[in-house]
């Protein structure tokens, strides 16, 4: 069974940075890519950014672009989600997400993924 459980977020101010973390169970995580999106109170969940299973290409939506960056261990079976120079905009739950059909590319749409995190809550206060 698969299980993917974030951790990480927090109450900052703007301007500041957390890390968010996604631990991987029950599947090959070096197999496939990850990904993270985020739904902010009253929005549609959207996504924020992916890293295939090598971790050597990343995309990013364009929102987060330069602030946040990606990353991920696979000895660990996790994926990282750097956060910089936050903004109130980035208040939201936070979700990584897998499908098996993902190794080598990702998705943006929520419905093309399978699996997903419990989510942690970011907010940022101006």
């Known amino acids: 069974q698969v299980r993917l459980v974030e951790s990480g977020g927090g109450v900052v101010q703007a301007g500041d940075s957390l890390r968010l973390s996604c631990v991987a169970a029950?599947?090959?995580?070096?197999?496939?890519?990850m990904a993270w999106f985020r739904q902010g109170p009253g929005k549609e969940r959207e996504f924020v950014g992916a890293?295939?299973?090598?971790?050597?290409?990343?995309g990013y939506a364009d929102s987060v672009k330069g602030r946040f960056s990606i990353s991920r261990d696979n000895s660990k079976n996790t994926v990282y989600l750097q956060m910089n120079r936050l903004k109130v905009a980035d208040t939201a739950v936070y979700y990584c997400?897998?499908?098996?059909?993902?190794?080598?590319?990702?998705?943006?749409?929520?419905?093309?993924?399978?699996?997903w995190g419990q989510g942690t809550q970011v907010t940022v206060s101006s």
């Open positions: 997400a897998r499908d098996p059909q993902w190794i080598t590319g990702w998705g943006k749409s929520p419905g093309q993924y399978q699996d």
């Open positions: 029950g599947y090959s995580f070096k197999g496939n890519s």
């Open positions: 890293v295939d299973w090598s971790g050597n290409n990343i």
